[in-house]
T-cell receptor, first 115, second 113 residues
């Protein structure tokens, strides 16, 4: 398997623009997670899905952030409008099941810079 | 709630030195414990895990033992290499609603030749 695929790998945009990050989880995995990593706040869980349904979005910072999973092989994280404080590395991860023993498999991340 | 505390870095070592990274946790329920590693410019990958008390996880020369009595999961390696330079994250999952992970702040390790 190719692992978790994220695109783009790097994104530079200007404040106020819409940003869309994409993720393809590992085939057969039921769970998908979106994380944000910054120096100041470390790794934060933003939202996660089970079988394409959002389960917990309590980590989404504000209404400017939205995430969708239209099917089992694709998810998007959208920021509209973007702000400089959104600059971070965004990771997508997937796991087969939701038991506590399960490993999460991370993608390579999207490095976002908002000017 | 759930939380993970790990020693702050950076930790700078010489090659072949002994490495210990401390990790303690608080959890509601019975957690599984994980160490993830992040190499420069990459995503996180699982290094090792333990799912019940006294279990020892091991991989690539790294070891960690699940200590319920001290709520700890310290990572150790007897002889580090330059290629072990990375950021190491301790994490837990209680699986109450999916295997949501709670991460520590990460410890950057730099191994010098």
């Amino acid at each position: 398997d190719a692992g978790v695929i994220q695109s783009p790998r790097h994104e530079v945009t200007e404040m106020g623009q819409e940003v869309t990050l994409r993720c393809k989880p590992i085939s057969g995995h039921d769970y998908l997670f979106w994380y944000r990593q910054t120096m100041m706040r470390g790794l934060e869980l933003l939202i996660y899905f089970n079988n394409n349904v959002p389960i917990d979005d309590s980590g989404m910072p504000e209404d400017r952030f939205s995430a969708k999973m239209p099917n089992a092989s694709f998810s998007t994280l959208k920021i509209q409008p973007s702000e400089p404080r959104d600059s971070a590395v965004y990771f997508c991860a997937s796991s087969p099941k939701g038991t506590r023993e399960e490993t999460q498999y991370f993608g390579p991340g999207t490095r976002l810079l908002v000017l | 709630g759930n939380s993970v505390t790990q020693m702050e870095g950076p930790v700078t070592l010489s090659e072949e030195a002994f490495l210990t990274i401390n990790c303690t946790y608080t959890a509601t329920g019975y957690p599984s414990l994980f160490w993830y590693v992040q190499y420069p410019g990459e995503g996180l990958q699982l290094l090792l895990k333990a799912t019940k008390a006294d279990d020892k996880g091991s991989n690539k020369g790294f070891e960690a033992t699940y200590r319920k009595e001290t709520t700890s999961f310290h990572l150790e390696k007897g002889s580090v290499q330059v290629s072990d330079s990375a950021v190491y994250f301790c994490a837990l999952s209680v699986g109450a609603a999916g295997n949501k992970l709670t991460f520590g702040g990460g410890t950057r390790v730099l191994v010098k030749p």
